[in-house]
């Protein structure tokens, strides 16, 4: 009697404990599931990026500041020229999106830096992300899968998603009222995520970072929006390039106790100390197809000594979705 009893209370026990467990093993998300809903939403395109297929090469170099020395040990800030490949894209899985989509724009840096050492920095042209967990960014894939009635997304769904999905709406906002930029050397790029810098008595700053233009932010006006070609933001780079190198300014924010550390939807204060960490110059820029940056996998966790990530879950999650896409794409699929 006393073994049945005690044997109903272990079961209890088990399940107490186990069915929170359970729910949340059920709630999470894989990347491999993301990928597919991104190759389902926007279709495959064999050898491609999964997301971001739109883009242009590029190549330049960074010189870093004394300032950002201070803050971060890493190789990238030690005055000299660290080689550059960087890469401009349009978000999304669809090669025929038109340059005037009001979706993101990016900016992937790859740093080459002293002793075969890499550090990347991949960044979207919005302040803030649309997503604070990979739920969230599940989800706005199934809920913006073309209807196949219609070719568009089912308004009802969009409607449904924002309703339940809170986190998604800031950067939502952003990319309704602010037109897309004229031209990627007129458009400012941030990490969005909080990352940490190291510097040699291994003091740690949290740190948020941005790409300032120096050619100054210009976005598309109505007008240009609706009369715009669909393919303008690689040709005007190029050009641009040519008549001399585009510069950015690298701007660090240095982060102060109670600023969001783990969640890339909310903006931090503007008051924030700023420091000039670098100047970014890209030199030449031309067509993906065979061309340096066409495969390299901008991995946001690739980084050297001196820099490292926070515990943001976006940030962290988008390590394995790149690798799955990479290893398609390289693979030929
Ligand atoms: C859940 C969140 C995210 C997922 C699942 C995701 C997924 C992906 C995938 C699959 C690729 C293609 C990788 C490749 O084949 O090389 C990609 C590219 C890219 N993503 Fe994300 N991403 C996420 C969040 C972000 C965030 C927060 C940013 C910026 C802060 C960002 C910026 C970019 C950029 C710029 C590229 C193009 C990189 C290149 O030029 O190769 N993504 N993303």
Same mark, same amino acid.
């Given at each position: ?26 709630? /999470? ?10 190759? *389902? ?47 401009? *894209? ?82 939502? /906002? ?78 660090? *924010? ?70 799955? *896409? ?8």
């Amino acid at each position: 009697m006393l073994k049945i009893e005690s044997g109903l209370w272990l079961l209890a026990i088990v399940y107490v404990f186990s069915t929170p467990l359970c729910m949340a093993a059920q709630d /999470e998300v894989t990347a491999d599931q993301v990928v597919t809903a991104i190759e *389902s939403t926007f279709g495959v395109t064999p050898g491609e990026r999964r997301n971001h297929i739109k883009g242009t090469c590029a190549l330049g170099e960074f010189v870093g500041s004394p300032e950002a020395a201070a803050y971060s040990r890493s190789a990238m800030f030690s005055g000299k020229p660290i080689p550059v490949i960087a890469r401009l *894209s349009l978000a999304g899985g669809n090669p025929k999106a038109p340059d005037t989509a009001k979706s993101p724009r990016g900016l992937a840096l790859e740093f080459k830096l002293p002793g075969n050492n890499l550090q990347h920095m991949t960044m979207l042209n919005t302040p803030i992300f649309g997503a604070m967990q990979a739920r969230t960014f599940l989800d706005l894939m199934i809920a913006t899968k073309p209807d196949p009635a219609t070719g568009k997304p089912d308004p009802e769904k969009i409607k449904a998603f924002k309703a339940t999905h809170p986190d998604n709406l800031a950067q939502a /906002e952003y990319l309704a009222k602010n037109n897309p930029p004229a031209s990627y050397s007129s458009s400012s790029f941030g990490g969005i995520h909080t990352f940490k810098f190291i510097n040699r008595d291994n003091k740690t700053t949290l740190v948020r970072w941005q790409f300032v233009p120096q050619d100054g932010e210009k976005r598309l006006s109505d007008d240009e929006l609706k009369s715009s070609p669909p393919n303008f933001l690689e040709q005007a780079l190029i050009n641009r390039t040519k008549q001399g190198p585009v510069h950015w300014d690298m701007m660090v *924010s240095i982060g102060e106790p109670g600023d969001p550390e783990d969640n890339p939807t909310l903006a931090w204060p503007e008051s924030r100390k700023q420091i000039k960490a670098g100047t970014l110059t890209i030199s030449s820029a031309l067509p993906q197809k065979g061309a340096e940056c066409e495969k390299i996998n901008f991995d946001p966790l690739v980084m050297g000594d001196g820099i490292e990530p926070s515990n943001d879950p976006i940030l962290l999650f988008r390590s394995p979705a790149y690798a799955i *896409s990479f290893s398609k794409r390289l693979g030929g699929l």
